[in-house]
């Protein structure tokens, strides 16, 4: 397979088009791949550093309000149509992907308006506004969550889950908990993670509760992110930490550790619930109240509706709710396993392999 793929500006878009990436390279080792991104985007760095080809287009996004930007983003919109077009004339591709951002706008309308079959991959349970755009030219659209279904024509949909899930769900308990952060493992774990950068109010309440948790016949690892740590670290709370808790700025190859936590508690971001739902983690979810159209409580919906999940809404988190909702999972372990064998259900362990399939049936129509 000749696969050019794009999608940009967040690691939600990124990581699932380099795990759909890994599962064709398995599936056909000669497959020959194409990425194409912006300079400044993280998929500069990401990319390269996965080993994958990576070409860069000049383009921005939409202001959400009236502004002269606007006529600058329509002229590098339709230039980079252009130089898209002679990126795909030399390459050849037999199919085009677009997992979101606008830097993919660009690349799949190129390639649907040059009769290339395309296809667009939405992670969120609200659509993004290139991939609605899109989804008006592209050949399938993904899905990640019923909720988005009906942001786009109906024929045109198909539920694959998120590729990301696949890369994860063969993952097994390594011992790293114990050798690389001395917890024991006898005893539970609950991970506090606010995402690669950390989340103030997540670390804030993870702060404020450790007194609370010194008491608790579970152990806590609190990940702050590294803007974060020296800033937590330097609060009294953190000085003399009982020994249940550990306190890490950044933890590399973060889904590898999964498989030996009890428990998460987390943003809702489209990533993070495809790898704990495809390996079973009971979570508490703090969706992040900063992203487009709230979607994040709506993805946190979708497993609280499934008893995969609680949920605590930013406004409502405090260090006492935080240890209320920790301790209705940690303290009743037949609660944690219904509740890991939920987010289970929800999960969907083959989903690149699904995502491939749709590639092979539009390639070949």
């Known amino acids: 397979m000749r696969l050019l793929i794009s999608g940009g500006g967040t690691g939600g878009h990124i990581y699932p088009a380099l795990a759909l990436i890994e599962a064709i390279k398995q599936k056909e080792p000669d497959s020959e791949i194409l990425y194409v991104g912006t300079h400044k985007g993280l998929e500069s760095r990401i990319v390269p550093l996965a080993g994958v080809p990576l070409k860069t287009i000049k383009i921005q996004g939409f202001k959400r309000s009236l502004s002269l930007e606007n006529f600058k983003t329509v002229y590098l919109f ?3 149509v252009h130089d898209c077009k002679k990126i795909i004339r030399d390459f050849k591709p037999d199919v085009v992907v677009g997992t979101g951002g606008y830097v ?3 690349v799949v309308y190129a390639a649907a308006r040059m009769k290339i079959p395309t ?12 991939n609605k755009f899109l989804s008006r030219f592209v050949d399938k659209v993904g899905i990640c969550f019923e909720d988005a279904r009906k942001d786009f024509p109906a024929s045109k949909v198909v539920f694959t889950g998120n590729p990301r899930a696949q890369q994860v769900a063969g993952m097994k308990d390594t011992g790293r908990l114990e050798k690389e952060y001395k917890l024991r493992k006898d005893l539970p774990t609950v991970m506090i993670f606010g995402g690669s950068r950390g989340a103030e109010g997540i670390n804030a309440a993870a702060l404020k509760a450790i ?3 010194a008491k608790k016949e579970y152990q806590v690892l609190f990940v702050t992110g590294k803007v974060h740590y020296d800033k937590i670290m330097a609060k009294d709370e953190a000085k003399n930490l009982p020994d249940n808790v550990r306190i890490e700025p950044y933890i590399a190859d973060m889904p590898a550790i999964l498989p030996e936590v009890a428990s998460i508690v987390g943003r809702a971001g ?16 703090i969706p992040s109240p900063y992203v487009t159209n709230d979607h994040q409580t709506k993805n946190a919906m979708s497993l609280v509706n499934k008893d995969a999940a609680l ?14 909702n920790i301790d209705e999972i940690m303290n009743d372990s037949d609660k944690r396993l219904q509740m890991g064998k939920n987010a289970k259900k929800a999960g969907i362990p083959d989903a690149a392999n699904q995502v491939i399939k749709v590639l092979e049936d539009i390639m070949h129509k």
């Open 104 to 106: 993919c706008g660009a």
């Open 78 to 80: 339709l230039k980079s």
């Open 270 to 285: 489209a990533t993070s619930l495809a790898e704990i739902t495809a390996l079973g983690i009971p979570t508490i979810l």
């Open 311 to 324: 949920m605590i809404k930013e406004k409502d988190l405090t260090a006492d709710t935080l240890v209320k």
């Open 211 to 213: 007194p609370q948790f």
């Open 119 to 130: 296809f667009v991959h939405e992670q969120n349970s609200v659509a993004g506004v290139t």
